[in-house]
C-alpha cells in the first residue's frame, strides 16, 4: 500500500493538540501526502468531533489541559461506535511507563516527540493497513448476514410453495388413482388396449404421488421436524414384499431378483413405512438399470460389534462414475447427470432416502463401476 493509494482513497486523519503550532505542522504536512485532515485542541472537542465524523485514525497528544490523552483514549474503547477506531499517541514523555500507560490505555500505536516525518508515515500505514482489513472483514459480515437473512426468507417460501404443491396436487392424484381403481374394477367392459391405459394412468399417478411425498418428507427432515415413527420389525420381510411389488416390472424383462439374508436376523428398530420406501427407491432404480434378463440381489447382514443391520441392493447394469458416487444423493442431481448420458433416478428418490437413514442414524452409500453395475449399501441400527 503506497502514498498515492493513500491520496487516492483520502483517508481522514484527526490531529488532537493543545499546542497551535504543533496541529498547524501536522495539518500541513499530512494534507501535501494526500491525507484529508482535522483538527482538535482539547479532548472534550475530540470527541464531539469523532461523533460527528469519524475519522479513519486519530493523532492524540498525551499532554492536554482538563481532559488529556490517556483518558480520551479510554473513552473512545469504551464506546461500541469508537472501540476499533485506531489511536497514535503522540507525546514527549519518553519513559517506558509511559508508554505501557499509553498502550493500557486502548492506543494502537506510540510516537514520541520530537516527531520523525517517515516514522509518522510508516505509522500510519501500518494502521492504516490493519483498518483497511478490518472494514473489509465489516463488510464481509454485513453482507453475509443480509444474504443469511434473505436466505431464511426464501427457505420460509420455499417451505410454504411445497406445502401449497403437496396439497394441491395430491388431491387430485388421489382423485386420478380412485378413478382408475373403479375402471379396472369393471375390466371385463374394457379392451385390453383400454385396461393397459388405465394400468399406465394409474402407475404413473403412484409415481407422482411417490414424489410428493418424497419432497414432502425431504423438506421436513431438512428442517428437523419430521417425526420417526418406530416400531420393530423384520427386515427380510420388508425385502420379501419389495420383491413381490416389482415383479411384473422385472418379468417384463425377464430380470431376476433374489435375497439373501444369511439366515434369522434380529429385529430392526425403525420407521417401518419409511424404510419401506427406502428400499422400494433403491428396487426401483436397480430394475430400471439392469440390463433385460439381467438379476438384482437384496442382502441383508448383521454386525453384532455396531450391532446395525446392513442392508444392499446391488444391480448388474450400466454402473455409475466414480466422481457421481456422492452427487447422486443431492436433490435434482440428475439434471447434471443427464448433461453426460446418465441415466438417473427422477431427482428426489435418493436424496430421500440419504436423508432418511441419516434421520435413523445410518449411512448410505454406493459402490459402482461402468459398465459392473451398483450396490447401495446402508445400515440402521437393530
Known amino acids: 500500500m503506497n502514498e498515492q493509494h493513500f491520496a487516492h482513497k483520502q483517508y481522514h486523519v484527526l490531529v488532537v493538540d493543545d499546542e497551535e503550532l504543533n496541529v498547524r505542522f501536522l495539518s500541513t504536512y499530512l494534507s501535501r501526502k494526500g491525507y484529508t485532515v482535522s483538527t482538535a485542541q482539547t479532548g472534550q472537542q475530540a470527541l464531539n468531533q469523532i461523533k460527528e465524523k469519524m475519522p479513519d485514525v486519530v493523532l492524540l497528544d498525551v499532554m492536554m489541559p482538563e481532559m488529556d490523552g490517556f483518558e480520551v483514549c479510554r473513552r473512545l474503547r469504551e464506546d461500541p461506535a469508537t472501540h476499533m477506531l485506531p489511536v497514535i499517541m503522540v507525546t514527549a514523555l519518553s519513559s517506558v511507563e509511559d508508554e505501557v500507560r499509553a498502550l493500557d490505555s486502548g492506543a494502537d500505536d506510540f510516537l514520541p516527540k520530537p516527531i520523525n516525518n517517515l516514522e509518522l508515515l510508516a505509522r500510519l500505514r501500518s494502521l492504516l493497513r490493519i483498518k483497511s482489513l ?87 427432515m431438512e428442517e428437523n421436524k419430521l417425526i420417526l415413527h418406530k416400531q420393530f420389525f423384520n427386515i427380510t420381510e420388508i425385502l420379501q414384499a419389495n420383491v413381490e411389488e416389482f415383479r411384473i416390472m422385472m418379468q417384463k424383462n425377464s430380470i431376476t431378483a433374489e435375497i439373501d ?45 455396531s450391532n446395525k443391520i446392513m442392508i444392499s441392493i446391488q444391480d448388474f447394469g450400466e454402473g455409475i462414475p466414480e466422481e457421481y458416487h456422492e452427487k447422486i444423493f443431492e436433490k435434482f442431481s440428475q439434471a447434471d447427470l443427464k448433461k453426460y448420458g446418465l441415466k438417473t433416478d427422477r431427482g428426489l428418490g435418493l436424496a430421500f432416502c440419504k436423508l432418511a437413514i441419516e434421520a435413523h442414524g445410518g449411512q448410505i452409500h454406493v459402490e459402482s463401476r461402468l459398465h459392473q453395475g451398483s450396490k447401495f449399501i446402508f445400515d440402521i441400527p437393530a
Do not use: F, W, Y
Not at 473489509?136 to 426468507?153: R, T
Not at 419401506?276 to 438399470?289: E, F, Q, S, W
Not at 439392469?290 to 460389534?305: K, Q, Y
Open 134 to 220: 478490518h472494514d473489509q472483514l465489516k463488510d464481509s459480515k454485513n453482507e453475509l448476514e443480509g444474504k443469511n437473512k434473505k436466505l431464511v426468507e426464501l427457505q420460509g417460501l420455499r417451505d410454504s410453495l411445497t406445502q401449497m404443491i403437496v396439497h394441491d396436487l395430491k388431491n387430485p392424484l388421489t382423485g386420478i388413482m380412485g378413478c382408475s381403481e373403479l375402471l379396472m374394477m369393471t375390466k371385463e367392459n374394457l379392451s385390453e388396449k383400454q385396461i393397459a391405459i388405465v394400468k399406465k394412468i394409474d402407475e404413473s399417478a403412484t409415481t407422482i404421488l411417490n414424489m410428493i411425498s418424497d419432497m414432502l418428507d425431504i423438506s421436513r
Open 261 to 305: 439374508s444369511n439366515g434369522s436376523l434380529p429385529l430392526v428398530e425403525a420407521d417401518k413405512d419409511m424404510i419401506n420406501r427406502v428400499i422400494a427407491n433403491l428396487l426401483h432404480n436397480a430394475v430400471k438399470h439392469s440390463h433385460p434378463e439381467g438379476r438384482i440381489i437384496l442382502t441383508a447382514r448383521h454386525d453384532p460389534v
